[in-house]
């Protein structure tokens, strides 16, 4: 199975700043990587997909770039609703996903 | 717009079983595979299993193989989460998600979660 780890495990920054969250996997999962953001009480939402497509009306701000084993998500310009937890998912094997343990991005 | 809306809350005890429910569109259903995802109270998320609703080929994470079932009825766009024997430990969030070709199969579209509460 493949390991994902994420690093930090708590971001804290202010708004307006920029946010680096890193994603290792264990073996390499090519460009098969997403993202996802979880604020308190809702559901996980898609942010990129193929390391680093945006999806449907995700803001441009955020931005995804990596492939292998090393991945990095960027927010430019943290807004309040940024705020959440973020995962990392491979989807490489069509047997088998994992995700991260995640990135709490919290207001400093 | 393709939406997936979960089956309500549950309050079980221990040892016994349960089912719960995703349902999808009816004309998009068998274009996305489905899984379910766990999450348990405060902690992050953990794949458990994903299904073909076409033909209802499954595949499941190791860790959970053992211990649940998913399934599909395709006539009716619904796919399902079964435990035979509920322990403590399955109290957590259930989320399905849908996945397809448009996102190269990432998880693009979410249920709101049945949260289930295991306790004696």
């Known amino acids: 199975e493949v390991v994902m780890t994420q690093s930090p495990a708590t971001l804290s920054v202010s708004p307006g700043e920029r946010a680096t969250l890193s994603c290792r996997a264990s073996e390499s999962v090519s460009s098969n990587l997403a993202w996802y953001q979880q604020r308190v009480g809702q559901a996980p939402r898609l942010l990129i997909y193929g390391a680093s497509t945006r999806a449907t009306g995700i803001p441009a701000r955020f931005s995804g770039s990596g492939s292998g084993t090393e991945f990095t998500l960027f927010i430019s310009s943290l807004q309040s609703e940024d705020f959440g937890v973020y995962y990392c998912q491979q989807y490489n094997k069509w047997f088998s996903r994992t995700f991260g343990q995640g990135t709490k991005v919290e207001i400093k | 717009e393709v939406q997936l809306v979960q089956s309500g809350a549950e309050v079980k005890k221990p040892g016994e079983s349960l089912r719960i429910s995703c349902q999808g569109s009816r004309d998009t259903f068998t274009t996305f595979w489905i899984s379910w995802v766990r999450q348990m109270s405060g902690k992050g998320l953990e794949w458990m299993g994903r299904?073909?609703?076409?033909?209802?080929?499954?595949t499941y994470s190791p860790s959970f193989q053992a211990h649940v079932t998913v399934s599909v009825d395709k006539s009716n766009s619904t796919a399902f989460l079964q435990w035979t024997s509920l322990e403590a430990s399955d109290t957590a969030m259930y989320y399905c998600?849908?996945?397809?070709?448009?996102?190269?199969?990432?998880?693009?579209?979410w249920g709101q979660g049945t949260l289930v509460t295991v306790s004696s």
């Open positions: 299904i073909n609703p076409s033909d209802s080929y499954t």
């Open positions: 998600v849908a996945d397809s070709a448009m996102t190269q199969y990432a998880f693009d579209i």
